[in-house]
């Protein structure tokens, strides 16, 4: 008995080996679009070539692949084969679904129980008909068996006919038709009412030679295929339970947006190097992004995967939020009181403009102490019954508190601590927007206007901003001649080697100290009055520049600015007059950013505690941007906002 099991299962290795076949790679060849010929998954396309696991392909490369014609058939393949044919049968009538919210090809595959192979079999203009709305051509039995709610509402009678039946079809069933040179398979299946596959029955080799415009093929006169419509929902289902209609463009966008990691394509990227960096497989990407069958481009917006699911409020009306200040009381510190009382006078006063609005707010305010008594002041937090934590300050208690509630994944707001080890966290939002984010908008910014200018950055003891722009820059512009220094005073105009004459530079100021931006103000002006065509960035707005705003302009200096407010604007007025209507004095720094971080966070929310929902806006306050990003798949949301200033002759 053992050895006719070793002799059968020999047997079957040499018949599974013979059922393969090579593919040798030429020009305009890729993994994606040679596992489509051979009806397999660029996956298994990989396995079964280890050796060009990068997707590397160079013309004349041999790869193994899996044939689906292969003349050597196994008893067991032929067995599968005959339960197939006879499953197939009362599938061989069509049907359609309309998209909703939400599907994708890899969604539909695995709901419908249908190989992407087969699903592209009946709709062959797939990738560009996956717009909501759209229909998508089905297995009959297979709609009424795993469709859901998407169950048809009308429907002709499906054919009894087996499959083999379709190809003996009476003349007078069909007629004839002149490809046109805008035709494809799906204007034409559905100009005709037939699924593909009948019409591949009709027409033998079209499958394999395609559609050429001025040949003629045929189609039948009459419509036998089945329409499936789907019965249109009040609600979209959203695994947040957020009710959005499904007729909503707008909305639509927002939970497509919302309910997926995306990534944009950088130079240098590679459909390998993104797989491994989310671990996912290719196959999942692709299927989530079909414009990838064309090629990777940057600056492509690619789905990776689907968020974990959004918070969602625990129970009652109102939303039960804690603010987590340093106060001190408890253990009779003041270091950080100041900072907490001025921060709490702002989030008071964001609190009762919405609750004004109607919003019904539980507010609970916890002294988190300092960095030694913290975890004693989460005793003060029932996770199971709290909707949103603003606070604490500092970034360890910011990871304790996340350990805390990591099982509720309630969102936590962190007002000032932002560091890449927080951004593991999915329920974490960072308000705090790093000194990269800044640098990098003034390399982008030197970068339009650079003409080989010598440039000098100013760094004032704070060199790490001033490394991290002089390697984008050099990465950035061509031929670049950077210096950096630490003071103003060494910024000098250049010497043109031709004639003598000073040469215009590019100064840059990487430092946030008042003094050095005033030295840096004087410095710039002083080279303008003598040499024509000096531009000068600053990372970090400083006062002066708002003193000397018309000899700056001279030098068309750019800033970016953030927690400055705009004291011209009716929303700015309103609430500073509030404020001081309130507590009899103009709001601090930290006042502000305390009335800021509340009255945006708040505002995100809705009845069901969804702040996640509403990540995806961009909010300006009271002087403070909000323009929230994930930091990475399923990673915390980190702020990217800030307001360029331009100062113009």
Avoid: W
Avoid at 182 to 189: M, Q
Avoid at 348 to 363: S, V, Y
Wanted: charged share 25%; net charge positive; with cysteine.
């Amino acid at each position: 008995m053992i050895k006719r099991f070793f002799i059968l299962s020999s047997l079957c290795m040499v018949l599974g080996v013979s059922a393969q076949q090579s593919h040798t790679v030429v020009k305009g060849d890729n993994p994606y679009n040679i596992a489509r010929k051979y009806g397999i998954t660029v996956d298994e396309l990989l396995k079964l070539n280890p050796k060009f696991k990068e997707g590397k392909l160079a013309i004349g490369d041999v790869l193994t692949v899996k044939s689906d014609k292969s003349s050597v058939k196994s008893p067991a393949s032929t067995i599968a084969k005959a339960a197939v044919v006879e499953k197939a049968k009362p599938t061989s009538q069509t049907g359609k679904i309309i998209l909703q919210p939400k599907q994708t090809i890899y969604g539909i595959t695995k709901q419908y129980r249908i190989s992407e192979t087969d699903l592209r079999k009946l709709n062959p203009e797939l990738d560009s008909h996956m717009k909501i709305g759209d229909e998508i051509t089905l297995p009959f039995d297979s709609i009424k068996k795993y469709g859901g709610d998407q169950q048809p509402v009308v429907a002709s009678k499906p054919t009894e006919k087996p499959v083999d039946v379709i190809a003996t079809n009476n003349a007078s069933d069909e007629e004839s038709y002149t490809i046109q040179s805008k035709d494809n398979y799906y204007r034409i299946t559905k100009q005709f009412g037939i699924s593909q596959q009948e019409l591949y029955t009709l027409n033998p080799g079209l499958e394999e030679k395609g559609l050429k415009p001025g040949e003629v093929i045929k189609v039948k006169k009459s419509n036998t295929t089945a329409v499936v419509s789907e019965p249109v929902n009040t609600k979209a289902k959203i695994d947040s339970g957020n009710e959005k209609s499904s007729t909503n463009s707008s909305n639509t966008n927002t939970v497509l947006a919302d309910e997926y990691v995306t990534y944009t394509v950088q130079q240098g990227d590679t459909v390998f190097s993104i797989v491994n960096k989310y671990g996912i497989s290719i196959d999942e990407l692709i299927a989530l992004n079909p414009d990838l069958s064309h090629g990777l481009k940057t600056g492509m917006v690619l789905k990776i995967k689907k968020l974990d699911p959004a918070y969602i409020k625990k129970s009652g009306d109102a939303l039960s939020v804690v603010l987590m200040l340093p106060f001190g009381y408890s253990t009779n510190e003041t270091q950080y009181r100041t900072m907490a009382i001025d921060f709490l006078t702002g989030a008071k006063l964001a609190i009762e403009r919405n609750a004004r609005t109607g919003q019904k707010l539980d507010i609970k305010i916890v002294d988190s102490g300092n960095e030694a008594s913290f975890r004693n002041s989460l005793t003060q937090i029932n996770p199971n019954n709290t909707d949103l934590i603003i606070g604490p300050f500092f970034k360890s208690n910011v990871i304790d508190v996340l350990d805390f509630t990591k099982t509720q994944k309630i969102p936590i707001v962190a007002p000032f601590a932002n560091s890449p080890e927080l951004y593991n966290y999915s329920n974490l939002v960072i308000i705090e927007t790093n000194d990269q984010t800044y640098a990098d908008k003034i390399v982008d910014e030197v970068k339009a206007v650079y003409s080989d200018q010598k440039i000098y950055i100013v760094a004032d003891g704070k060199k790490d901003n001033a490394n991290y722009i002089k390697a984008g820059l050099e990465k950035a512009v061509k031929n670049p001649n950077v210096m950096i220094v630490g003071s103003p005073a060494e910024i000098k105009a250049d010497q043109n080697m031709m004639t003598g004459q000073s040469a215009p530079v590019i100064a840059i100021l990487a430092s946030d100290n008042d003094g050095t931006g005033e030295a840096f103000s004087n410095k710039i002006i002083a080279l303008s009055k003598e040499v024509q065509g000096v531009k000068a960035f600053s990372m970090y707005y400083v006062p002066s520049f708002e003193k000397k705003v018309d000899e700056l302009s001279q030098v068309n200096l750019v800033y970016l600015m953030d927690r400055k407010i705009n004291t011209d604007g009716s929303f700015e007025k309103e609430i500073l007059a509030a404020y001081k209507s309130k507590y009899c004095k103009t709001p601090s720094r930290y006042a502000i950013i305390g009335f800021d971080v509340v009255n945006d966070m708040l505002t995100r929310e809705n009845k069901k505690g969804e702040i996640f929902k509403q990540m995806n806006k961009i909010q300006t306050q009271l002087a403070t941007k909000f323009e929230f990003v994930k930091s990475k798949a399923n990673g915390a949301y980190v702020n990217t906002g800030y307001r360029v200033i331009r100062l113009v002759p």
